[in-house]
């Protein structure tokens, strides 16, 4: 059986266990395939502590409550995954260690997941929020399409937010839009991205949070566009490398992710045009750099994503909740890619789902696979139980009612 279609058959099967009522042993939730090992031990006892480095203490608002855990959503991408601390293969050196609260390294060709810290823990996305937006519209909106900005749009950009200085009645295409969401991390281009898009703001962002169901990024819910904090609004690890998997498996996105600086039109008469740069210094700093996105509220704290090519080979980085200090969040991130380039080809805990995997197509086996997934992404604590398994409990009675009646003609 090939690896894609054992992942297939791994999703199907977690996917008709988690059907069952919850104190379904979570043994029944294990890849069958799977080899098991220190980490796997490990994460089904007590989680192994993250590799922490000292950062300064930071005031900070009152973390917000995340959605309560859902098994489903864990299992996604591996068992080993569902895991709050450290997941590494067997026998490889400690990653470095950084002052992320969750973070992911995955191969982009692949899907492999190579380590991670939580990797289905929720967190607050700040910018790197602009990937799910640039996922959902980089392909369905013209580039040569010139855009006017409104006064309404301006006006749904919180003020001490990022921005690129677009201005009322100001005319862009929409390639400077994308430009100026990804280099500069503009609110105001996300706001109007977002409505050109989806026809308003808070339809865009519905069609968000619709990609990112059907990715499989199940722990992701958008509120704003750009990742500027609005209550309800997670992520995970997970999720952001799912969601960079397919900006960076679109050219167009790898084109401006390595663009260093832009110029933003002037707008006549009274606006005069200026340059932009890209703020992820990956690019400039970091050998076969690809490129990614920033990000940072006060909140979320610092959130990365970035990725890079080495020998053929394409791995990407995110995280969550890091410090600047001792060092930047590129620069942990980059620490974390070199660790990535130094496993073997092929070592993985986990992978990232595609699409057909988070939604399997109904088979002989298991007929209500999808429904399952759809209530996982909404939450809920209770997914119906699929077809396949009132067939399996009806078989049961069937034959049970079989041998009764068997039994009460001997005895006649």
Not at 274 to 291: D, H, M, R
């Amino acid at each position: 059986m090939s690896s894609s279609a054992r992942r297939r058959l791994t999703v199907v099967l977690t996917t008709a266990a988690l059907a069952v009522p919850w104190s379904t042993p979570s043994a029944a939730l294990a890849e069958p395939t799977a080899t098991p090992s220190a980490s796997a031990s490990a994460s089904a006892n007590a989680p192994i502590p993250c590799p922490k480095a000292v950062a300064p203490k930071v005031s900070r608002p009152k973390r917000p409550t995340p959605p309560a855990d859902n098994a489903a959503q864990k299992a996604i991408g591996g068992e080993q995954l569902a895991s709050p601390g450290l997941v590494v293969p067997s026998g490889v050196a400690s990653p470095p260690a950084n002052t992320a609260i969750s973070w992911v390294v995955a191969d982009l060709d692949t899907g492999e997941i190579l380590g991670a810290c939580g990797a289905h823990e929720y967190g607050t996305p700040a910018s790197v929020q602009k990937l799910l937006l640039t996922a959902t519209y980089l392909d369905k909106l013209d580039p040569a399409q010139i855009a006017t900005v409104t006064a309404d749009d301006l006006k749904q950009v919180p003020w001490d937010s990022s921005k690129v200085g677009l201005v009322t009645n100001g005319k862009y295409s929409v390639e400077t839009l994308w430009l100026g969401l990804l280099l500069q991390s503009g609110n105001d281009a996300a706001t109007v991205l977002a409505r050109l898009g989806g026809g308003t703001v808070a339809a865009g962002v519905q069609g968000m949070n619709a990609e990112a169901a059907k990715l499989g990024a199940f722990q992701t819910h958008a509120v704003t566009p750009s990742g500027y904090d609005g209550k309800g609004q997670f992520t995970s690890a997970y999720d952001l490398a799912l969601i960079a998997r397919v900006c960076f498996d679109n050219e167009t996105f790898r084109k401006y992710a390595l663009t260093q600086r832009t110029q933003i039109p002037a707008q006549p008469p009274k606006h005069k045009g200026f340059q932009i740069q890209n703020e992820n210094q990956l690019i400039y700093n970091y050998p076969g750099a690809l490129g990614g996105k920033t990000g940072f509220t006060s909140l979320a704290r610092h959130t990365y994503v970035g990725a890079a090519e080495r020998n053929g080979r394409r791995l990407v980085v995110t995280l969550m909740g890091a410090e600047p200090k001792p060092q930047r969040g590129w620069q942990q991130g980059a620490a974390l890619l070199d660790w990535g380039f130094s496993l073997p080809s092929g070592t993985s805990v986990g992978h990232l789902v595609t699409p057909e995997e988070a939604h399997p197509a109904p088979s002989a086996s298991v007929s209500s696979s999808a429904p399952i997934i759809a209530e996982a992404a909404t939450g809920s604590l209770w997914a119906p139980i699929p077809i396949a398994a009132g067939v399996a409990v009806a078989t049961g009675l069937s034959v049970l009612i079989g041998l009764f009646r068997i039994r009460r003609r001997r005895r006649a």
